[in-house]
């Protein structure tokens, strides 16, 4: 086992991708809900489309259907509980995966703004790991013939562990920033 591959398949790591995904799905599923989020700004209904850019277009484009927006943000909330407990983090992980890559692309095709798009890529790559490091079992759906073997972890809340957690989530958080000072730079 090479150094990446011992690291990130770390139980703890897991539990913390987990919640940083989760708590952000919350948030932008809720940010819908309350129309926060795609709502729209009527000076940018009163703009010829020629006029919009790609963040005010697709903004007033995803906020023209209330119901939509409901049914994304049923899906990031419900994706997100699913994350949270280990029995079902496969299953939140493939229901949102999609959802987050569909909205990277759109982050980087109507150039939305860069925290945004870092954000969808990191929590795509932290579903991207979660995915992984349950690949035996991912196989054994898609090839039921073979036997893949797939050991349970539980993490145990104490303090070491609960700081071990808090570190990953604050690396997180320094990817975060390189992703979105790598895009600013590529724009």
Known sequence: MNFIQKHINNPLLDLAIRLLVAFNMFTYGFAKIY????????????????????????????GHSFAYACCIAAAQIIGGLLLIYNRTKLIGAIVLYPILFNIVLIDLFFKIPTGATANAILFLICLSVILYNNKGILMSLILPSKIFSQETVSVKANSKNIAIIILHLFALAILQLLISVFIAMIR
Not at 50 to 60: I, S
């Open 35 to 62: 129309r926060t989020q795609f709502g729209n700004n009527t000076s940018d209904l009163l703009k010829q489309v020629k006029d919009l850019n790609g963040f005010e277009l697709t903004w007033v484009y995803f």
